[in-house]
């Protein structure tokens, strides 16, 4: 809220109130002169002074507010991790002479030296600006402090918290500009993160806080069958459409979807969340209720504060989905990895409307994987379309991604790309299916990431290893 300033009519006079001076001259009169020689000065001097300076005060007060308008941003606000973000991104913050050092990202701090994983290192040191910060913004000279709650309140969940005044010189309108820009940049980063926020127990009280941000990923990153990934994805933007609620509501029929993904660990539940979540733009919100912490009364004002429309991803049995206070607009993610073991009363329709299944992975995932692991991406082929899409089985690229003119490094390209389909092949033939997750498989890759070679060279012996330890699912 930017503060307004104070009109002409209510500037304080200058000219001090006689009658405070006729006031004390009246009734101390006997005693200011044996004032007056016992300290050797004229003490009229210094009670004309104070009733000027007393009304001096509000006066540069009024031009302060004036010339030196300010605005506040609360962290209860979306606006606050927004500024946050667009501070963090900016030199002055990098080079601020007050800082606060730490080892571990918070939750309100951004950064782009994220690893791939949207995971900080958690070795690296970083640094965001704290008290007062000077620093320019188009050719206007401003002010960033950040204030502790704690200064003003004794509240626990106030105690670590803080707000933060920008202050401008002459014009409120720079201010505006900053603030529109932080919004939009903060924006944009949304549209090509998916932000995931975690319950987490605070002063006694559940909150949901921002856990971590992942760039998108494409539908084609999962190892799924096609058929399966589509129809999932256009149910849920079915369910999302503008359309569907009124269509719901006019039958008497409460708005809610719900997904139940299982299989064994490390076949792709969780990703396939994270993938619907990117496709669509929607942030996740995740919640266990494994935690003994947890109460009846918590999980009803977790599901309370949820923003209409985004997902929420349960790892745990869930019993409260579709109560009589039940929020409605949302989707409801279950993962587990022993379906035989849920209560049917949890999982019967209605609250469950759609199921997948995930298995181990057959010949097809396999070869699927190695082609998107080892081949290299040409300029024209977008990440949207599955890497056998892109080279055929026979090793031949599909004339639907080669580009009409075709540079010397997609030749090379190209050449590389015809290898790698041939030695997919190999590799699915020694492959045994339906007994490795995809994460195991991956795993595997990666520990030959720059041969591919070597990936077909050593599967046998990584299948008989991997059998010898029994249970290799994790």
Known sequence: ?????????????????????????????????????????????????????????????????????????????????ALHFWVSQQQFAKNASNTIATT????????????????????????????TTTFCYKWHLLWLKRVPYATKTSTPMLLDAEYIVITAFWSSKVLKRLLENARQLYIDYERRHTIVYRATKRYGSFQWLQYTSTPHRYLSSVILGEEEKQNLLADVKQYLDQATPSWYHDRGIPYRRGYLLYGPPGTGKTSLVLVIAGELRLGIYLLNLNTNSLTEEGLTDLFRTLPRRWRLSLSTLLNTIDGAGAPEGHLLFMTTNHRQKLDPALIRPGRVDKEVAFRMADKAAAKELFLKIYTTPNDSSTSKTTVSEQVSTNGALNNSSTPKTTT???????????????????????????????????????????????????????????????????
């Open 1 to 81: 809220m930017f503060y307004s300033s104070m009109n002409s009519s209510s500037i304080p006079p200058l000219i001090p109130d006689m009658t405070v001076l006729n006031t004390i001259l009246r009734d101390y009169s006997s005693f200011l002169p044996a004032f007056s020689s016992y300290f050797h000065s004229d003490i009229l001097s210094y009670l004309l002074l104070t009733v000027v300076l007393a009304r001096i005060i509000p006066f540069l007060q009024y031009f302060g507010t004036y010339f030196f308008p300010s605005v506040e941003i609360r962290f209860s606000d979306k606006l606050y991790r």
């Open 104 to 131: 571990e990202a918070r939750g309100d701090w951004f950064d782009d030296d994220n690893n791939g994983n949207g995971i900080r290192n958690d070795k690296e040191l970083l640094y965001t600006p704290t008290g």
């Open 408 to 474: 010397l490094e997609q030749v090379s390209t190209n050449h590389a790309n015809k290898g790698i389909a041939t030695l997919a092949e190999a590799f699915t033939e020694l492959f045994p299916a339906g007994e490795f997750t995809v994460a195991e498989i991956q795993g595997y890759f990666l520990s030959h990431k720059n041969n591919a070679s070597a990936s077909v060279k050593g599967i046998q012996k990584w299948v008989e290893k991997t059998r010898k330890k029994g249970k290799h699912t994790v």
